[in-house]
Structure formats: structure tokens, C-alpha cells
């Protein structure tokens, strides 16, 4: 393997962990972390106290706050790993500085609320409206835990792009010996998996928080893969897609694992808790609080049926109970499980 210049860009639990990786495997690796006091403490101590605790992180790995040095140094990659509301505004400062040579890759898992965009569309349209031409990025998925990744636990994910030689590149530069990359042609579908995947697993959580039983948390799942899948092919993805890492596999892992954030939301509300309470407890982001209103958008721009997320959204916004929410997507008309 040849080192690589690569940008790690947000410094929240998963950016702090691919960057931990990338420096173990000897890569040469730049983190930018937006709060200036953390990366101020991350340089000092060589952890993530705020998002990644009681991680020692490597050694090589550097630090800073400022966009242009992360950016700007001739990277050879630079991967953007930041909650899905903040990608434009970090995009359009951004974008001016990254190198026309330099490969990108998105880790965001989200969709834009106000815009209905997936990361991918406002990375390029950041870049286009910086440089005058857009470019082809790779989009990482996949079923992923940032503290199991820096424990150096077996870890696989998806790279998918429209350019073959992207996704390959991307592959061949940052796998390691625990973390395994296979590459993909459908970034809307790995995308949508990621960002809806968090929605189903609000929806599994509230279950398990009302003791609703393993039955229940099966068919959550399964039922929401269906969702998430015919949004994804009427939105142009890969219906088999959804049946790989982005798909299923992110899925099951975050209906199911304690580490999954949007899950513990979904258990608390399940529990009574008050969203804004829960909310305001949490250090990280529980991306499917915020992906929910998108789903439903996206759901009524394709005409496309989502009951689980709807139910989701009105728990979440419009004061469903969630007793109510399970009894109504229990009593819905009957119908054939496949078209």
C-alpha cells in the first residue's frame, strides 16, 4: 500500500475513527475538527473526549480548525464526514480549496431537509459552483460503528460511485487489514440506506421501548427495508442495493445494537420521554430526527408509500402517541407482502 494525503472533514465520532484508521494503516492524515477548543484538547491528549471517549488515538494523526489547511495541501483524498445539515454551509467554504486532483469520498448519512438532496448532489453542486465543472465522488455506506471501528473491530462498508475508477481508487486507498471497502455503482441507493436506515431505527427503538417484543422489531425491519427500497428505486437506485451493506446491513445494525443513537431515541420516546428532553441530553446527532421530515417529502415528491416513516414523523412533530402509531400501522387494509 502507498501512504496517502488524505482530509478527514468533521471530527464527530465516525470522522474520528476513519481518521484513526487511516493514520494506523500509515497514511498521512489531517482532521479537522469544527469546535476550536476540542481540537485544541485532541492535539493535548490524543482523544476525542467529547464524541469518541477513552480512545487513545494514533499518534500521527494531526489536528486543525481551519478549512483551508485541511483542504488545501494537496490531498491526495479527503473524506467529508459531518451531520447531513451542516453539509452545505461546510461545502461552500469548502469547495474553492480542494484540489482538482484530490479524490472525495462522503461518509454523511442524511438527506438536506429543505432541498430533499442527498450529500452526494451538494458536494458537487458545492463544487460547481466553486470551480466551474463538477466531479464524480464516492459515497461510503454501510453497517458501521465509529467505537468498533477504533477498537480495531471487524468492520465492512460500501463505496459506491457512479465512476468505477472512483469507487476503486477510494477501495484501494483506504482499506485496512479490519476494514474492509467493496465497491458499488449506486450511490442514491447506498445514500438513501444510510439516511433512512435511521428513520426505521427511531421506529424499532419505540418498540422496544414499549416491551412490544422481538416479533415486532423483526417486522419493523423488514417492513422498513421495503420502504426504504421503493423510495430508492423510484428515486433511480438499485433495488439490489438495499440488500447489501448500505441496505439491510446498515439496518440490522442499527435497529438492533445499544451503540445505535437513533435507536435510544427511539427507546426513550418509547419509554414517555419527551423528544426535546432526550434530544437535549445527547452529545451527538440522532440523524433520524432530522431525516424523518425529508422521508416524508421524499415520499410525497415520488408518490411513494411509507407508512412506518409517516407514523415515525407524527410521533416525532405532531404529538402521536406512539400506542397509536403501532395500533394503526397494525390495523392497515390487508395486502400481499411482495408486488
Not at 481518521?19 to 485532541?42: I, N, P
Request: glycine fraction near 10%; hydrophobic fraction near 45%.
Amino acid at each position: 500500500m502507498t501512504p496517502q494525503r488524505i482530509a478527514v472533514i468533521g471530527a464527530g465520532a465516525w470522522g474520528t475513527a476513519l481518521a484513526d484508521s487511516f493514520a494506523e494503516t500509515g497514511h498521512e492524515v489531517m482532521l479537522w475538527v469544527f469546535e476550536t477548543d476540542l481540537c485544541a484538547r485532541m492535539a493535548s491528549h490524543g482523544e476525542n473526549d467529547l464524541y469518541l471517549p477513552g480512545i487513545a488515538l494514533h499518534e500521527n494523526l494531526r489536528f486543525t480548525s481551519d478549512l483551508a489547511e485541511a483542504a488545501s495541501a494537496g490531498q491526495d483524498v479527503l473524506v467529508s464526514v459531518m451531520p447531513s445539515h451542516v453539509v452545505r454551509a461546510v461545502w461552500t467554504k469548502l469547495a474553492a480549496w480542494v484540489h482538482e486532483e484530490t479524490l472525495v469520498a462522503s461518509a454523511t448519512k442524511g438527506v438536506e431537509e429543505k432541498t430533499l438532496l442527498l450529500p452526494s448532489r451538494i458536494i458537487t453542486e458545492c463544487i460547481g459552483a466553486a470551480v466551474g465543472a463538477e466531479r464524480a465522488l464516492a459515497c461510503l455506506s454501510g453497517p458501521t460503528f465509529a467505537r468498533e471501528l477504533a477498537e480495531r473491530k471487524p468492520t465492512a462498508i460500501t463505496a459506491a460511485s457512479e465512476d468505477p475508477e472512483v469507487a476503486n481508487a477510494i477501495q484501494e486507498m483506504l482499506s485496512a487489514p479490519n476494514f474492509r471497502i467493496y465497491t458499488g455503482a449506486d450511490p442514491v441507493g447506498a445514500q438513501l440506506g444510510g439516511a433512512l436506515k435511521n428513520v426505521i431505527a427511531l421506529a424499532a427503538g419505540v418498540a422496544d421501548g414499549m416491551e412490544l417484543g422481538l416479533n415486532a422489531r423483526a417486522a419493523l425491519i423488514v417492513r422498513g427495508l421495503a420502504e426504504i427500497a421503493r423510495l430508492g428505486v423510484a428515486m433511480g437506485g438499485r433495488a439490489e442495493t438495499f440488500a447489501g451493506l448500505a441496505g439491510m446491513g446498515d439496518l440490522v445494525l442499527t435497529c438492533t445494537g445499544d451503540l445505535s443513537r437513533n435507536r435510544t431515541v427511539g427507546v426513550r420516546l418509547g419509554q414517555g420521554e419527551p423528544l426535546q428532553k432526550i434530544l437535549e441530553s445527547m452529545t451527538a446527532v440522532a440523524e433520524g430526527v432530522s431525516t424523518a421530515p425529508a422521508a416524508v417529502g421524499l415520499a410525497d415528491e415520488y408518490g411513494v408509500e411509507m407508512p412506518i416513516c409517516r407514523e415515525v414523523h407524527a410521533v416525532l412533530f405532531e404529538g402521536r402517541n406512539p400506542g397509536d402509531a403501532v395500533r394503526d400501522l397494525m390495523a392497515r387494509p390487508l395486502r400481499a407482502e411482495l408486488p
